[in-house]
């Protein structure tokens, strides 16, 4: 059997191991670097190395920035005494998007997940009990999983100590969805959390 | 509307050059190399910049390779005088899995497509007319597309000026498919190609 040339080989190993990328995608991707031209593989090795060299993680928030406290962080129009919780970076740009969101963020940089070894102590968990004070609002912004609502659970208990008023995201039906389409657990949940009109 | 820090938009920008990978993808990659290790990640920069400084396309066949004349041109055991001819450099790896060809490859590096404006002078044609002599066999493997097929047919007819035999790979059902879902003109095919028992 005749292989690809290792410099290749080892350049669709590495693409492999990336989230969702399969062994075929992963040669595709590789072929797409051997094809394209010089300068763009070097931007783009530039543009890896360059990520890694420029974002850090915000002290305060854990969120990835160039500067350090982010920008959310740092901005005085930012609600002070409201703190979203998620998951990852990734979640809190995806709120910004909605534009409907003034308070500030804190990512705790996964979920408690006994089964991966993932427990309170791998979470940045005691930066946000340094963050919040009595009075503040913490809005838990977990996934919508057995995880995500676990780590919600706990982090509500640790919350609720503090006097802190602790809320979740609504689960319901997702706007433009089918009713007919909608899974059991999904419907369950709008049912209990139907809102007068 | 807050965005990504500049060099994570640049990072996913890169991505979502890469065939088949959108925007959301292309953002979870991004993610993925800013999570990673700093190793790891230059690791990752360092793959990209070997392959482009190793690969060469064989002067020969066309292929990829770290060693021009690539190892199946310089292969003495491989038949001289039987060559097929691919689209791009990943079909011959291909074919090898298969362990059952044992001729050479030429490797055409795209297909003819007016549309895209891709004619005859952009492929690796006039190398290919060069290799092949009268008695040889040259086996049309070329993608069962419209555009492969146009591929096919114009140099078969070069092909057969030079007094070469000229086949093309079967039309028919796919090992484990399913007659009922099988569409019409692949079932025509195989009805046109059938075999004696």
Redesign the interface.
Known sequence: ????????Q??ID?FA?????GKK?A????????MAK?E????????????????VFCSVCGS???EDPC??CMDPKRIQDVICIVE???D??TF??T?NFRGRYHVLGGVLSPLDGVGPEDLNIDKLLNRVSEGMEVVLATNPSVEGDTTSLYLSRLLKEKNVKVSRLARGLPVGSDLEYTDIATLTRALEGRTEL
Chains 1, 2 share one sequence.
Do not use: C, W
């Open positions: 059997m005749s292989h690809y040339p290792e410099s290749v080892i350049l590495r191991t990336f989230p969702g990328i995608t040669q595709r991707l590789a072929l797409h670097v051997l010089s763009e593989a070097t931007q783009f090795a530039k543009a890896i190395m360059d990520v890694k060299a420029h974002i990835i920035t160039e920008h959310i990852n970076p990734a809190i740009f910004e998007r534009n």
